[in-house]
């Protein structure tokens, strides 16, 4: 019988979604509720495991980790990609990486949702009427706006496609777009620099990477207007995290809307919690992909992998 963990199910839905009783009587299954944040904590946690199912990216497993996991067979990650595995070292110990089908509407609606909420200063009103005041913030329209999108993937064609729909004029810019992809979309091409200067909104769907890790920093956002707004729901290091604390205290932009972080949960007294209590922040828990249809292909997909994998025929293998 396969020893199956399911790791950071923070909202305990696993049996909710996962169809397990396929693997009935063939897996004992267990379920971390809770991150574990120490790497020994983990390692004793885990070491009783062949499979591990991971949730995105908010375990990381690590070369040291992997290796101190003697019964590991089987790793599974939600989604067709994970940097936060040490893929290199699954496959020198003969260990099976997989992954599972994705859905990605939901992180892009979220991201626009934070656009709005941050660009017309609502979560402030929102305040207001909870604590019985009334209007208090003058917010701004989108049309005629200019959204700047950086990395024109699935998620920047989508947000581009509502910025257009809104009215915006959509700009892009990546360290791989062409001007031929931004054709394709009906989106202008501009250089580096230009995304900057001219973005009211700038929102951000690059993947992390050696080159895109704090590329946003205070150079960047120097170039921007006072005026303009950051969202972020890719990953937290793209924006140097020290540099936008200090923009939006000084007021170099007016706001910004964040999903992810660069620690994962975020600390109960960090600075971007207290901060978001007097300034035009919004922040949300990595919500991005957190959905009712999102999960459901998730969690299948954790059981068609192990599935597979018992019929020795595995599945999505990633190496």
């Given at each position: 019988?396969?020893?199956?963990?399911?790791?950071?199910?923070?909202?305990?839905?696993?049996?909710?979604?996962?169809?397990w009783?396929?693997?009935?009587?063939?897996?004992?299954?267990?379920?971390?509720?809770?991150?574990i944040?120490?790497?020994e904590?983990?390692?004793?946690?885990?070491?009783?495991?062949?499979?591990?199912?991971?949730m995105?990216?908010?375990?990381?497993?690590?070369?040291?980790?992997?290796?101190?996991?003697?019964?590991?067979?089987?790793?599974?990650?939600?989604?067709?990609?994970?940097?936060?595995?040490?893929s290199?070292?699954?496959k020198?110990?003969?260990?099976?990486?997989?992954?599972?089908?994705n859905?990605?509407?939901?992180?892009?609606e979220?991201?626009?949702?934070?656009?709005?909420?941050?660009?017309?200063?609502?979560?402030?009103?929102?305040?207001?009427?909870?604590?019985?005041?009334?209007q208090?913030?003058?917010?701004?329209?989108?049309?005629?706006?200019?959204?700047?999108?950086?990395?024109?993937?699935r998620?920047?064609k989508?947000?581009?496609?509502f910025?257009?729909?809104?009215?915006?004029?959509?700009?892009?810019?990546?360290?791989?777009?062409?001007?031929?992809?931004?054709?394709?979309?009906?989106?202008?091409?501009?250089?580096?620099?230009?995304?900057?200067?001219?973005?009211?909104?700038?929102?951000?769907?690059?993947?992390?990477?050696?080159?895109?890790?704090?590329?946003?920093?205070e150079?960047?956002?120097?170039?921007?207007?006072?005026?303009?707004?950051?969202?972020?729901?890719?990953?937290?290091?793209?924006?140097?995290?020290?540099?936008?604390?200090?923009?939006?205290?000084?007021?170099?932009?007016?706001?910004?809307g964040l999903?992810?972080?660069?620690?994962?949960?975020?600390?109960?007294?960090?600075?971007?919690?207290?901060m978001?209590?007097?300034?035009?922040?919004?922040?949300t828990?990595?919500?991005?992909?957190?959905?009712?249809?999102?999960?459901?292909?998730?969690?299948?997909g954790?059981?068609?992998?192990?599935?597979?994998?018992?019929?020795?025929?595995?599945?999505?293998?990633?190496?």
């Open positions: 019988m396969l020893k199956v963990a399911v790791l950071d199910d923070y909202q305990n839905v696993t049996k909710k979604f996962g169809n009783g396929v693997l009935k009587e063939k897996i004992s299954l267990k379920i971390f509720n809770k991150y944040e120490n790497e904590s983990l390692i004793n946690d885990l070491s009783e495991f062949n499979v591990l199912c991971l995105r990216e908010r375990t990381k497993l690590s070369s040291n980790i992997i290796e101190k996991l003697p019964n590991l067979k089987l790793v599974i990650t939600s989604g067709m990609w994970n940097p936060s595995v040490d290199f070292k699954l020198e110990k003969n260990i099976i990486f997989c992954g599972t089908d859905r990605f509407h939901s992180t892009a979220l991201s626009w949702l934070l656009t709005m909420l941050v660009w017309r200063g609502v979560k402030i009103e929102f305040e207001n009427v909870e604590k019985g005041k009334w208090t913030e003058i917010g701004r329209s989108l049309f005629g706006k200019t959204l700047g999108v950086f990395g024109l993937g998620q920047g989508q947000v581009s496609r910025g257009k729909a809104f009215g915006m004029n959509v700009i892009a810019w990546s360290h791989n777009l062409t001007k031929e992809l931004c054709h394709e979309e009906d989106v202008e091409y501009v250089l580096e620099d230009e995304l900057f200067k001219r973005s009211d909104i700038l929102t951000v769907h690059t993947k992390l990477s050696e080159r895109t890790e704090g590329f946003i920093n150079n960047k956002i120097s170039l921007m207007k006072n005026s303009s707004i950051i969202i972020n729901t890719s990953r937290g290091p793209i924006i140097n995290e020290r540099d936008l604390l200090l923009s939006l205290e000084n007021k170099k932009i007016s706001g910004a999903d992810v972080f660069d620690i994962e949960p975020l600390p109960k007294n960090h600075k971007l919690r207290k978001a209590k007097r300034l035009n922040l919004v922040l828990p990595h919500i991005g992909y957190v959905s009712e249809e999102t999960y459901e292909k998730f969690h299948k954790y059981v068609k992998a192990i599935v597979g994998f018992l019929n020795k025929k595995p599945i999505n293998v990633l190496i």
